[in-house]
């Protein structure tokens, strides 16, 4: 595909479905969040264990009050462990519900790409004008742009690109939008720009 304006090399407006966020989410939290909330259970599990174990074999000199209370913190702990990604989803998801319906526009450029969200119209009199004189509006987007660096990921998926800065702040394109074409010149090009970084979990 040829370059458009700019050094432009896509561009492409789409929408992202409720559960496919959702499922971009999870993947996201398997892959970042649930290693360190399993390490940390398995952990205090095993403290929980030991004290359970001194508490029925250790003999009338244990201070079984003091166990008692350090396997109950213990539970408690991996309960929150446990609860505490799904908080974090249900309250995300709760939020994508209120922009279900915004769309959003990718632009990918030789050295960095642009995602923003597609902002309505500022008033009725702008698009009065605009129809008058038979100008198209100016679309307004609100829009964040990312440089391909060592922190930038994109993690190709089979319905999604999940594209992130330093897992501080993730990014779903849905591949439905896009061409057979322009989805290859996608995984040409972050494959060039990113090399390790961009990797492909098609099966």
Same mark, same amino acid.
């Not at 249900?90 to 632009?107: C, N, P, Q």
């Not at 660096?149 to 896009?178: C, T, W």
């Given at each position: ?7 432009? =090399?896509? +561009?492409?407006?789409? %929408? ?22 399993? =390490?940390? /259970?398995?952990?205090?599990? &095993? ?21 008692? /209370?350090?396997? @109950?913190?213990?539970?408690? /702990? ?7 990604? =799904? ?17 959003? %526009? ?6 960095? @790409? ?9 008033? +009725? ?15 307004? &987007? ?6 391909? #660096? ?7 998926? %089979? ?23 322009? @989805?290859?010149? /996608? ?9 390790? #970084?961009?990797?492909?979990? @098609? %099966?």
């Amino acid at each position: 595909m040829e370059e458009t304006r700019d050094g432009m =090399l896509l +561009e492409k407006q789409y %929408k992202i479905p409720f559960e496919m966020f959702r499922s971009a989410f999870i993947v996201f939290q398997k892959r970042f969040v649930y290693p360190r909330t399993y =390490l940390i /259970m398995a952990v205090l599990a &095993i403290v929980a264990v030991v004290y359970t174990i001194c508490v029925v074999y250790g003999g009338e000199n244990v201070n079984r009050t003091l166990y008692f /209370m350090i396997i @109950l913190f213990c539970l408690i /702990m991996i309960f929150f462990q446990w609860f505490t990604p =799904l908080k974090a989803r249900r309250t995300l998801m709760e939020g994508v519900k209120e922009i279900e319906e915004d769309a959003y %526009k990718l632009r990918i450029f030789p050295e960095y @790409l642009e995602i923003g969200t597609i902002l309505p119209p500022e008033g +009725e009199d702008t698009a009065d004008a605009d129809a008058l004189f038979d100008d198209a509006p100016e679309e307004n &987007i609100s829009g964040t742009r990312i440089h391909y #660096n060592k922190g930038m990921h994109v993690d190709e998926y %089979k319905e999604f690109f999940l594209i992130y800065q330093q897992r501080s702040m993730i990014y779903v394109v849905p591949k439905s939008a896009f061409s057979e074409e322009e @989805l290859e010149v /996608m995984r040409v090009h972050f494959g060039k720009r990113l090399d390790k #970084n961009f990797k492909s979990h @098609l %099966k």
